[in-house]
């Protein structure tokens, strides 16, 4: 990681400064801007941070140009296929894969912390029927920190970690909790003799009045799917969970403000409007008319589930999902959705538009296709999003906590009116 520098020069005042660079262990070397104002006078500006790095750390490791992804250090199509969302979950919060005793005992604290308090569960009683579950999922997990005022000292290790295990645990009741109230049926206890996502399974789909089985198939395909939204470095959620947490506030908020975040159809929110996009569609036939509106300047149509800020190649999460999505329809029956989101990819695929741009499908553009299979309603999407990812959110609220926090305070180009006074009303 050799450092060396860089020289700035003012071509209008001669005034030059030098800039230490610095090197990671893989990716993009870095600028420290930290002396530019103090020394030159200047702040950078930069908005949507396309070039700008927020932070230093070891979780996630994403290189755009080759299409990469790993969770300290290993890569994403080893992980889904080797391990399961708990095991992925212990590696980004503690840096290693678990041995044998160390996921037991994850798997053994993960699944006796999944119960939420039972006047939680009444905050769901203030939610219309229809309200959107990531509405219900961002008040009650911010309201989390009401219950836990034993366990807030941001400073204390040991409570940061109980914090994370609680947020892994307990996400996928409030989750089918507010997916039970959407449909008025009564709410379903955890059960600690189900895997993490059998869990979810039967919270969302169990009734009193019948017993119930976990599909293996969809409890499979789920754990693969929270392996791949675990994490993916300083997206924009998870750079809002780090703001939130900057300023010390409880870990609870932070993580209800990334939930926020993700709900936005830019984010999280886009598996959701991949599928409304596809019904809108409809037909293969009127697929060259949508490429035409997303190609449209004039028109706000964009083609969800495409594009990326970072990877300006396949994005690695969406080709193993792409293949999950065959296997469950193989099992389920076929999705018509399937055959027009892969003729979509096609014809994208080979348009200058999109080849460009590098515009490849992202994450979010085969996802929805599954957790429709599964019976998942389309509200409901990125809720399961939410739900892989809060392991990717609390990691780096711990990595960010534990290490020389500073709060985050961005500067700005002014370009509002310079001082004037205020006349009186009747010159006004
Ligand atoms: C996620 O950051 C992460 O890592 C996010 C994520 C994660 O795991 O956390 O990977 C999850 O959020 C995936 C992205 C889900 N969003 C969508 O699928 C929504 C559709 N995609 C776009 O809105 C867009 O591609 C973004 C938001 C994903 C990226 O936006 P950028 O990097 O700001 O790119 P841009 O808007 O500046 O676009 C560059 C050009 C523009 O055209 P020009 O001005 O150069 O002519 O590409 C065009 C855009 O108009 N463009 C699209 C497009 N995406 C970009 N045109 C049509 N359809 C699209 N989907």
């Known amino acids: 990681?050799?450092?060396?520098?860089?020289?700035?020069?003012?071509?209008?005042?001669?005034?030059?400064?030098?800039?230490?660079?610095?090197?990671?262990?893989?990716?993009?070397?870095?600028?420290?801007i930290g002396s530019l104002n103090?020394?030159?006078?200047?702040?950078?500006?930069?908005?949507?941070?396309?070039?700008?790095?927020?932070?230093?750390?070891?979780?996630?490791?994403?290189?755009?140009?080759?299409?990469?992804?790993?969770?300290?250090?290993?890569?994403?199509?080893?992980?889904?296929?080797?391990?399961?969302?708990?095991?992925?979950?212990?590696?980004?919060l503690n840096g290693e894969l678990?041995?044998?005793?160390?996921?037991?005992?994850?798997?053994?604290?993960?699944?006796?912390?999944?119960?939420?308090?039972?006047?939680?569960?009444?905050?769901?009683?203030?939610?219309?029927?229809?309200?959107?579950?990531?509405?219900?999922?961002?008040?009650?997990?911010?309201?989390?920190?009401?219950?836990?005022?034993?366990s807030l000292d941001i400073n204390d290790p040991g409570q940061r970690m109980i914090t994370a295990q609680r947020i892994i645990a307990k996400l996928p009741t409030i989750a089918a909790a507010a997916y039970k109230h959407s449909v008025g049926q009564p709410f379903m206890y955890p059960r600690n003799d189900l895997s993490y996502t059998g869990n979810l399974l039967h919270m969302m789909y169990a009734v009193p009045a019948a017993d119930y089985e976990v599909d293996p198939i969809a409890e499979k395909a789920l754990d693969v799917l929270f392996t791949l939204h675990a994490d993916h470095e300083q997206n924009a959620s998870t750079s809002t969970v780090r703001l939130a947490?900057?300023?010390?506030?409880?870990?609870?908020?932070?993580?209800?403000?990334?939930?926020a975040c993700l709900w936005g159809p830019a984010h999280g929110g886009a598996n959701e409007a991949v599928l409304r996009m596809l019904d809108e569609i409809g037909d293969v036939s009127r697929i060259d008319k949508y490429i035409a509106k997303a190609k449209d300047k004039n028109?706000?149509?964009?083609?969800?589930?495409?594009?990326?800020r970072v990877y300006k190649n396949f994005d690695p999460r969406a080709r193993i999902i792409k293949k999950i999505a065959h296997e469950v329809l193989a099992t389920y029956g076929n999705d018509p959705r399937m055959e027009l989101a892969m003729k979509l990819e096609e014809i994208a695929l080979v348009d200058e538009y999109f080849v460009e741009r590098s515009l490849y499908p992202n994450v979010d553009f085969y996802s929805g296709i599954i957790y429709r299979a599964l019976g998942i309603p389309l509200e409901m999407l990125t809720v399961m999003f939410a739900i892989g990812r809060s392991v990717g959110w609390i990691s780096h609220w711990q990595e960010m906590v534990s290490g020389k926090m500073r709060i985050g305070r961005p500067r700005q180009l002014y370009t509002g009116e310079v001082q004037r006074d205020v006349p009186a009303i009747k010159k006004r």
Request: aromatic residues 10%; negative net charge; glycine residues 12%.
């Open 1 to 32: 990681m050799a450092d060396s520098s860089v020289t700035i020069t003012h071509d209008g005042t001669g005034k030059s400064v030098q800039l230490p660079t610095r090197e990671g262990t893989a990716g993009t070397p870095v600028i420290d």
């Open 38 to 92: 103090k020394s030159f006078g200047h702040f950078t500006l930069d908005p949507g941070f396309v070039a700008t790095a927020s932070c230093e750390s070891k979780i996630t490791y994403l290189d755009g140009s080759a299409g990469l992804l790993q969770y300290r250090g290993y890569p994403i199509e080893q992980l889904a296929e080797q391990c399961d969302y708990l095991e992925v979950c212990y590696l980004l």
């Open 98 to 150: 678990p041995n044998g005793d160390q996921k037991s005992e994850f798997d053994h604290i993960i699944r006796t912390h999944t119960m939420i308090h039972e006047s939680l569960r009444g905050f769901f009683d203030g939610f219309h029927y229809d309200a959107h579950p990531m509405a219900m999922m961002t008040g009650v997990i911010g309201s989390l920190s009401a219950f836990y005022h034993d």
């Open 245 to 259: 947490g900057s300023s010390g506030t409880n870990p609870f908020g932070a993580i209800a403000a990334g939930t």
């Open 299 to 308: 028109d706000s149509f964009r083609l969800m589930g495409f594009g990326h």
